[in-house]
């Protein structure tokens, strides 16, 4: 019997296809067909995949050559299933003629003609409407999103807002973008809005994106009032719009795989989580100056909190925090210290204190160790009793990795129902809580 191999994405199944694995098939006797997982495709680059895994693996099974189909979840996967399954003929479409002939040492390799003009990217570009992106405000962060969005198909960077007329020129000019003087203008011409101003102008400029109509996208900390995120999240279902924080960690595919291992059962039960992301700031930063919505945990809390509110739920029992703060009285250095149910945890982050940025998650049979920069997870272990018992993990994190959020936001708006996957509604909200119980505590009230 001969058993041929292809792997494919098979996103939007159209007519390439069905071709393909109608001659694939044709090639032999059985026919095995390998189909990405979502995962996968983020990690190598492939953004945008519209069908989930499931439909994805219907239709190809609905076409009935394929005798048997099995999911592809990550590099040097093929050469494993090539012996396991005792393959004797691996093929593939003529887009990737000689990418696999390293196949041909264990098998024959098969590149078979792609039929033309069509292809799923085709059928995504004609699907979506170009979402045009507004961006609020102009900082340093926004830089790095007009970079990223580059790498997104199915969106724009359309212009920008700030009530700094200059500084939104000399932004706009610099990336040959529109600036907008006025909201209703800027709100007249986009889809979509990026706010990524100061922290405490989030609330206002979010509501008011709501309210005309825009799916948000808004920096991290989204609103530093628990209050304040319930109500933004009740106006965007209301008006059914997509509401997401920005924090890059939740969305890239590092994170996520490490969040599965964490979850299957491999350390044990969880017991405790260490999370620390410091940064050190020149004094005149902004972070370092705005006596009001500067300091460390402001800054970067919502990185630290984000694995242990993920992993312990939204429900401590305790929630300490201790501070080491510089002369204008702005913390450079917190531990958040929370006590759950079933576990501790610390969140640290520091603006002028130098520390190892790594996180640790410490279950009843293991551990989990990220080295920095875990925040951009590309590479983590997990360690048993045994010290020389080691596993590896490594996964891609491309460019700055804003990629993944605006991915995840395009993904939401062709599938509302994914909504709350990635970074959900109580898990933002659980963070806003943090954050105000921070600046009560540490700032007298909040402001
Ligand atoms: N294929 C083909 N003819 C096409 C499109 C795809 O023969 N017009 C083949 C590919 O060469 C591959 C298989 O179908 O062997 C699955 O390809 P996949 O990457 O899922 O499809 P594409 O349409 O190429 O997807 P994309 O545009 O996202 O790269």
């Known amino acids: 019997m001969t058993k041929v191999i292809t792997y494919g994405t098979f996103d939007l199944f159209h007519e390439g296809h069905y071709r393909l694995l109608q001659r694939a098939k044709a090639l032999g006797d059985y026919l095995i067909v390998g189909v990405t997982t979502e995962n996968f495709d983020k990690a190598r680059g492939k953004l ?34 090539i012996k396991k399954y005792n393959i004797d003929i691996f093929t593939v479409g003529s887009d990737w003629v000689g990418k696999f002939d390293y196949i041909s040492d264990y098998c024959k390799v098969v590149y078979l003609e792609r039929t033309k003009n069509i292809s799923s990217t085709m059928l995504r570009e004609q699907r979506r409407h170009i979402q045009r992106i507004g961006i609020i405000g102009n900082g340093r962060i926004a830089n790095r999103f007009v970079i990223e969005a580059k790498s997104v198909s199915g969106v724009n960077i359309q212009g920008v807002y700030n009530p700094h007329v200059e500084s939104a020129n000399k932004f706009a000019e610099k ?19 990026y706010v990524a101003s100061p922290h405490e102008t989030h609330y206002n400029y979010i509501k008011s994106s709501l309210e005309n109509g825009k799916h948000v996208l808004a920096e991290k900390p989204m609103v530093l009032q628990k209050s304040q995120a319930e109500e933004l999240f009740a106006l965007a279902k209301k008006n059914n719009l997509i509401l997401m924080e920005g924090i890059k960690t939740a969305y890239c595919p590092g994170f ?30 902004r972070e370092l100056v705005d006596t009001k919505y500067g300091g460390s945990f402001l800054e970067l809390g919502s990185y630290v909190l984000l694995p242990i509110l993920k992993i312990f739920g939204e429900n401590y029992e ?15 250095f917190t531990k958040a210290s929370f ?17 190892e940025g790594r996180l640790l998650i410490s ?35 491309l ?9 995840d936001l395009l993904m939401q708006l062709t599938d509302k129902n994914r909504n709350d996957f990635r970074l959900t509604r109580g898990e933002s909200i659980a963070i806003a809580n ?7 505590e540490q700032r007298g009230s909040i402001m």
């Open 318 to 332: 305790r929630l300490r925090f201790d501070t080491i703060l510089g002369d204008n009285g702005l913390d450079l």
């Open 399 to 407: 460019g700055d990795g804003l990629r993944y959020e605006i991915n």
């Open 256 to 285: 996520h795989r490490l969040l599965g291992i964490a979850g299957s059962g491999k350390i044990g039960s969880i017991r405790n989580i260490e999370a620390c992301f410091t940064k050190l700031e020149a004094p005149n930063h």
């Open 339 to 355: 006590k759950f149910p079933t576990g501790l945890a610390t969140a640290t982050c520091g603006l002028g204190v130098k520390s």
């Open 434 to 440: 943090v954050m105000e119980q921070f600046i009560t």
């Open 175 to 193: 990336w040959e973008i529109n600036a907008y003087s006025t909201l209703e203008d800027f709100y007249n011409n986009v889809d979509m809005v």
């Open 363 to 397: 279950g009843t049979r293991g551990y989990i160790l990220v080295s920095a920069p875990w925040w951009k997870t590309t590479y983590f272990e997990v360690h048993y009793e045994n010290p020389n018992d080691i596993e590896k993990y490594g996964e891609t994190f």
């Open 48 to 81: 945008g995949v519209i069908d989930s895994l499931m439909t994805r693996i219907e239709n190809v099974r609905k076409t009935g050559f394929a005798d048997e189909i099995i999911i592809e979840e990550q590099v040097g996967q093929k050469f494993s299933d």
